[in-house]
């Protein structure tokens, strides 16, 4: 084992490597190849990767059989037969069943009675259907049609034939894949075993879920994200959990990791902040150690990539988005090769960007899009830019990459998307503008009809554009035009239509326990404020029609906290109840959610824009329905209807 010297390592992370570099310098360390094959049962096969190729060792099915309940016979005897001129067949003393095998022959001018799946007997070469023929007598049916040779039974192999390449080396088995397995008899499947990919999340902030979340703490999601991934890529993930901020209990998990899985996924820790020590450690696990600390990614940048005595070790960004782009596109095709896997075509989609992206020269920058779906095909919207949030993912099918040398995508390129998941699901509505809770309620009631909703919260402007731009089936928006005081219509082109929403009582929010405020009317309470030079505001971003309120209130003031902008009223609340600030404007639902004290304001009208001609008419109707019928659920969230 090499111990890195200090300064090497700290200029190994100055040394900042291209996408292309680093992934190329890591595989050709790593040499990702399949680890070696096993026998596993049919019954255990489910999600295992198959290492050879797997040919028939029998025909499927494997005599001629009938696909329906009725008589087999020979074609040739019902030449003639019709409704006016029915044949008459002798019955052969036996029946054929499942399972049976036939003893006489069909000679001309009988039938055999047969159930589906009953072998052919000799001298037949067709069945007619039950329901296409009357008894006469015990012994003997009438035929109403002629059938064609062949007609109702399937032939020996004609589903698989002895020999056949039913299955692919590299292919993932599914249900579907097990069936054909079953089908030809085989009980012993060669796969490739399974890589172990011990997976450890570090950060003495983090927090098993379960857990009660105390102050400054957040929930570890990278580690369960990371594993789920490492599942759907044919790894095994070893959870080896949290991991904090301690350089003895780091370099033992680590150890421990390194001896029992075959490579190791940490996130957290590794950029150059204070108590970022785990490529630290990583360098001291094993030869050649670090590859690549530091990637021209954004996000990402921080990815670092080593070998340790032929295991590779990861550490990704901490930010669950950073975390979640560089796995897919650096780390999961070396995963997937050491499963057998090939690359993963099915999770990669073409699609269109509305408008112009742009991006950083000399990085290579991941964006996360949504899909939606206009007269043209799939447009692909970015979403939850810079947030590093996992909540993005919510609202996010994938991410698209824009190359290092480009500083934009113009407006209606076509990009490729890395899906998170394979299968795209297109919504049939897709609802682009101001989020609200009322929303979510409406869009369950959809559900329960069975339509599906995706909700973009662009604000009320990313909206108006979007439904101009034809993107979005309705747009949210909650817009004041400040000369008139009129919410929403001013702002429609004449190509939209205004579907009323829910109104939405906005107040003054602030902690119940605060005696500057207690038992105040609006006017007192603001006035309150201003005379205090440690009170602490939390304003509105420029553009919402809340901000407008709020200037209307100040009258020109600046008082401390102004220029704190937040861009919802979530974050006005949260910023009030945790001391952040100690008064804003908010609506009164929110508030109530964080128990605040509310001084009831304005209402602020929350309706939706749509199309006049739209291009899903049945969603938008079914939409119109399912607002009629959410009054109450919509009053027992706090909003007034119409
Ligand atoms: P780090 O890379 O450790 O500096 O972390 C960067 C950011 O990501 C910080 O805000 C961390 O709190 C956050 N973070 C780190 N690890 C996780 C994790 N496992 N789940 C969620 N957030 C994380
Ligand atoms: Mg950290």
Redesign the pocket.
């Known amino acids: 084992m090499t111990e890195p010297h200090a300064g090497l390592v700290q200029d190994q992370f100055l040394r900042i490597l291209t996408r292309e570099e680093a992934v190329r310098q890591f595989t050709e360390a790593v040499r990702p190849a399949p680890l070696g094959r096993e026998t596993c049962p049919l019954a255990g096969a489910a999600g295992r990767v198959l290492a050879e190729d797997i040919r028939a060792a029998v025909d499927a099915p494997p005599f001629d059989r009938s696909v329906v309940d009725g008589f087999a016979l020979r074609a040739a005897d019902l030449a003639a037969a019709s409704q006016a001129a029915p044949v008459t067949l002798r019955l052969n003393a036996e029946t054929i069943t499942c399972g049976h095998a036939p003893v006489l022959t069909v000679l001309p001018g009988s039938a055999t009675p047969i159930s589906t799946g009953g072998p052919i007997p000799r001298g037949a070469d067709a069945v007619v259907m039950i329901e296409h023929t009357d008894p006469e007598g015990e012994a003997a049916i009438r035929v109403t049609r002629a059938v064609t040779p062949g007609q109702n039974l399937s032939y020996a192999g004609s589903d698989m034939a002895r020999g056949q390449v039913l299955l692919h080396a590299g292919t993932l088995l599914t249900a579907r894949e097990i069936g054909m397995l079953a089908a030809v008899g085989l009980a012993d499947i060669p796969v490739w075993r399974k890589p172990r990919i011990a997976v450890l999340?570090?950060?003495s902030?983090?927090v098993e879920p379960g857990q009660p979340l105390g102050p400054a703490q957040?929930?570890?999601?990278?580690?369960p994200?990371i594993a789920a991934a490492l599942e759907e890529n044919g790894c095994e993930a070893l959870r080896f959990g949290?991991v904090p901020?301690d350089e003895a209990r780091l370099e033992a998990a680590l150890r421990h990791a390194h001896a029992e899985a075959d490579a190791i996924l940490l996130?957290?820790?590794?950029?150059k902040?204070a108590?970022?020590l785990?490529w630290r450690l990583v360098g001291r696990l094993g030869a050649p150690g670090i590859i690549a600390h530091g990637v021209a990614l954004k996000p990402g940048k921080?990815l670092c990539l080593a070998v340790c005595d032929g295991k590779p070790v990861i550490v990704l960004?901490?930010?669950?988005t950073?975390?979640m782009f560089t796995f897919h596109d650096i780390v999961a095709p070396v995963f997937r090769t050491m499963a057998g896997l090939p690359p993963r075509e099915e999770s990669r989609t073409e699609a269109r960007i509305p408008a112009r992206i742009s991006s950083e020269l000399g990085r290579t920058e991941f964006a996360m899009v949504a899909l939606a779906e206009d007269a043209e095909g799939l447009v692909a919207h970015p979403v939850g830019k810079g947030s590093?949030a996992?909540t993005a993912f919510s609202q996010a099918d994938g991410f698209l990459a824009i190359e290092a040398e480009a500083d934009s995508l113009p407006a209606g390129s076509r990009v490729a998307v890395t899906l998170f998941s394979p299968g795209i699901r297109i919504p049939d509505l897709v609802i682009i503008g101001s989020h609200c809770t009322g929303l979510d309620a409406l869009v369950a009631t959809l559900r329960r009809r069975g339509l599906t909703a995706r909700i973009l919260a662009l604000g009320s402007l990313g909206g108006l554009a979007a439904i101009k731009r034809g993107e979005a089936d309705l747009a949210p928006i909650h817009l004041m035009e400040e000369a008139s005081g009129v919410y929403n219509r001013p702002f429609l082109t004449p190509e939209l239509d205004l579907i009323p929403g829910w109104k939405r009582l906005q107040g003054f929010v602030h902690r119940k326990d605060d005696p500057r405020f207690a038992g105040r009317d609006l006017e007192d309470a603001v006035a309150a404020a201003l005379a205090d030079p440690d009170c602490l505001m939390v304003n509105r971003n420029q553009g919402a029609g809340t901000r407008t309120l709020i200037d209307g209130l100040l009258k020109g003031a600046r008082p401390p906290g102004y220029w704190n902008q937040p861009r919802s009223h979530n974050a006005v609340a949260a910023s009030v109840a945790q001391g952040r600030a100690d008064w804003g404007i908010a609506i009164a639902p929110v508030a109530a959610a964080l128990d605040l004290a509310f001084i009831p304001l304005a209402d602020e009208h929350y309706d939706f824009a749509v199309a006049r001609s739209p291009r899903n008419l049945a969603a938008i109707e079914a939409f119109r329905v399912a607002l009629a019928k959410s009054g109450d659920a919509l009053r027992a969230l706090g909003f007034t209807p119409g």
Not at 218 to 223: A, E, H, Q, R, V
Not at 317 to 320: L, V
């Open positions: 999340s570090t950060g902030e983090l957040i929930y570890d999601s990278n580690g994200i949290i901020d996130s957290g820790g590794t950029s902040g108590g970022d785990t921080p960004p901490g930010f669950p950073s975390a590093g996992v």
